[in-house]
Every structure is written in C-alpha cells, then in structure tokens.
C-alpha cells in the first residue's frame, strides 16, 4: 500500500489553463479574475460583496479593523480552532475571550457567551468547527441585546448551512480560507463576504495601503492620480490566485456531493467501534464537510496517530486549544481545565484522510487500520 496522503487538492487541468493565461498576460496582480471571483463567490454565498485577500487571517484581522475593534476591547470566541482565529483579535491590540464549545459540535456554546460579556466586549467570533455552522441564531440574538458585531470565521464552511442561513447572513462579516488542504485552494488565499456597504468600500481600500485606487485602476483607464485616506494593509489577492480558484468555485458542489459519500462511508464504518466517537451534526445542517474528525481515548491519542503514519496513513490533529498554547499561557495565564469540553476534544480527535480524490481500496485500508488500531 503507497502513503495514503492526508490531503490531495482537487486542482484541475482547466484550473491550470486559466491560472497559465495569467501568467501569458501582463497583468498579474489585482484584476478582473479577481473581480470576476469576488462576483461569483458573493453569488454562491448570498451576499451583497465579496472581498478577495491574501489569507482567511488576514480577512478576519481587516474584518474586526473594519468594525471598529480597537486596543483594549474585548472580543468573545472560541478555544477550539486554529490560532489565527485569536491572533486576529491579538493583531487588533485586542483581547480574545474564550468561551468553551458544545460536546456534540464542538462549536462555541452560546448558552455561555452571555456569562462572559463585559464593559469592553465589542464583538462575537463564532468558528464554524470543521464545516459545521455554529447556532448563528442564538449567538445574533445575544449580539443584538448587547448591542455587539460578529465577524464569523468560515475557514471550513464555504458550503455550510444552519436553518436555512448561509455564512454572512446573520453577521457583519463571513471570512473564508483558500489554505491548501481547503475544499477549493490557490495555495494560500482568503475572501471577506459582507452586506454592509461602507464596510465593504473601507476592506477594497485596507486591503492595499488605504490607497484610493487599485492598479488595474490606474493602468487599464485613463491615468488618474491615487490618494492615500488612511493607513492600511497589504494584502490584496492577485489574479493569479483568482484564477485557481474560479473553476473550482463551479464545482464546489460536486466536490461536496463526493466528501459526502465519504463522511457517510466512514460513519457507517465506525459505526460498531465503542472506542471511536464522532462529532454530531445537527438537524436542519448542511455540513461543508471540510474534516473529518474522530474522537479516541485521549491516553491513546499519539500512540494511534503514530501507528497510522507508521502504516502510511496521513494524519492531522484539529485542533489542539488555543488556550493551552504557550503564547495565550504565558499572557493570559491560562491552565488545563480552563475551558475542559475543548481540551476533551482537542486531547481526543484525529482527522482522518478526506477528499474527493481517495479510492475506495483507499478508504477500506483507512478503515480496516483504524478499527484495529483503536481496538487495542
């Protein structure tokens, strides 16, 4: 059996082609591919704008500028993610506020946002934990009695849906994440959803410098000169990354209808394992099927996911607690047993080989390797 490989993308021939007529042309940074991207993703999602960048950490660090979070306030998230998902808030001279997640999801529990909301609380950050929707309902009725923004983190949830709302709909913002193990990918690269108007025009300048014009602007009109109105950020996609992405865009469904078969293939493959469990989904939730994660006695944890490399299977925790990290202990002061449903999780979960591309002899070897390795 050849490694079976944590993550393969899904990045086509056609993909290349549009990304090599690029690279032929003269212009290769911000441009009409990106336009044109930016238009079809705001389509796809049911927003007003979309706003391509660089990264989803730089989407969320702009989104949060965007909304005015400033040294000293408070922002409300969870534990149970990547980093970048507090280091935004840490960017801003801001402080991220934990609040530990559900058993069943996961996601951040909203039945404990209230407890921690103070004077200096401006903004909720809700994670969309492995492609599932956290209770956008719940956590916008908190954030209109208290009179707060939230800025979502959709690094996993492109496709995802709770109660008929999409990422964006209920929040100032939705940022989302073209990393290189995402659904859709360029490698690096991130997008900003919003409704807002004056939201959207202040990203399209703090993107590049706080610049009046972009340079497809400048150099594709009558020459006009640009001014700067505030001290901004770099961190504008290019046309190259644009073109990657734009066909992938198209096929999202597909990719999605094949990691669903997947998902319920593992399912029904644990099924009869007592020693793994794994993260429910909710009724009325269309996961978006980024990860999938399982759950093993946590003494066990590393010892299972070296036998798995060992007998070439690709692996990855998501995630370890933010919280526990040495940067948020040592600043912050934080302890094991802070937040313990995420540490549960986060000292637990293994995530599994999962992408279009993994053929059914693939899948049963995965299978088969697991059920025996948990077993003993």
Same mark, same amino acid.
């Given at each position: ?121 401006? &903004?909720? $950050?809700?994670?969309? *934990? ?7 309902? #719940?956590?916008?009725? +908190? @954030? %209109?009695? =208290? ?95 644009? &073109?990657? $992405?734009?066909?992938? *865009? ?7 209808? #094949?990691?669903?078969? +997947? @998902? %319920?293939? =593992? ?110």
């Amino acid at each position: 059996m050849r490694k079976i490989e944590f993550y393969r993308h899904n990045i086509s021939r056609k993909d290349i082609q549009e990304c090599a007529t690029v690279l032929k042309s003269i212009f290769l940074t911000t441009g009409d591919k990106v336009k044109l991207f930016e238009d079809k993703l705001s389509a796809c999602l049911g927003a007003k704008y979309a706003v391509a960048v660089t990264s989803c950490t730089e989407a969320l660090f702009l989104s949060l500028m965007g909304i005015g979070i400033k040294p000293g306030d408070e922002v409300i998230t969870t534990p149970l993610s990547f980093v970048a998902t507090a280091n935004a808030i840490e960017y801003c001279l801001a402080k991220p506020v934990f609040v530990d997640v559900e058993k069943n999801t996961g996601n951040i529990d909203p039945s404990l946002i209230e407890k921690s909301i103070t004077k200096r609380t401006r &903004a909720i $950050l809700p994670v969309h *934990l492995y492609g599932h929707m956290a209770d956008m309902k #719940k956590i916008s009725l +908190i @954030a %209109k009695k =208290y009179k707060l923004k939230i800025i979502e983190d959709s690094a996993h949830c492109i496709e995802g849906k709770r109660d008929g709302i999409r990422p964006g709909q209920l929040s100032n913002s939705a940022c989302f994440s073209f990393y290189a193990t995402k659904n859709i990918t360029s490698g690096e690269g991130g997008a900003i959803v919003t409704n807002g108007s004056r939201l959207y025009k202040w990203l399209l300048m703090a993107r590049l410098h706080g610049i009046s014009k972009n340079a497809s602007e400048r150099y594709n009109k009558m020459y006009e000169h640009y001014d700067m109105e505030f001290l901004g950020y770099k961190a504008n996609m290019s046309d190259i990354s644009a &073109a990657l $992405l734009l066909n992938q *865009l198209e096929k999202i469904d597909k990719f999605w209808v #094949k990691k669903e078969r +997947i @998902a %319920k293939y =593992y399912n029904h493959s644990f099924r009869v394992n007592s020693k793994i469990k794994i993260p429910k989904i909710l009724p009325n939730v269309k996961h978006a099927r980024l990860l999938y994660t399982i759950l093993v006695d946590p003494n066990k944890r590393d010892k299972i996911i070296h036998m798995l490399q060992k007998r070439k299977i690709g692996v990855a925790v998501n995630f370890r607690p933010i919280h526990l990290m040495k940067f948020y202990r040592k600043k912050y002061n934080y302890k094991p047993e802070n937040f313990p449903v995420a540490e549960k999780i986060g000292s637990s979960t293994i995530s599994l080989p999962f992408y279009p591309k993994l053929k059914r002899d693939e899948l049963k070897y995965i299978v088969k390797t697991v059920n025996e390795l948990t077993k003993v």
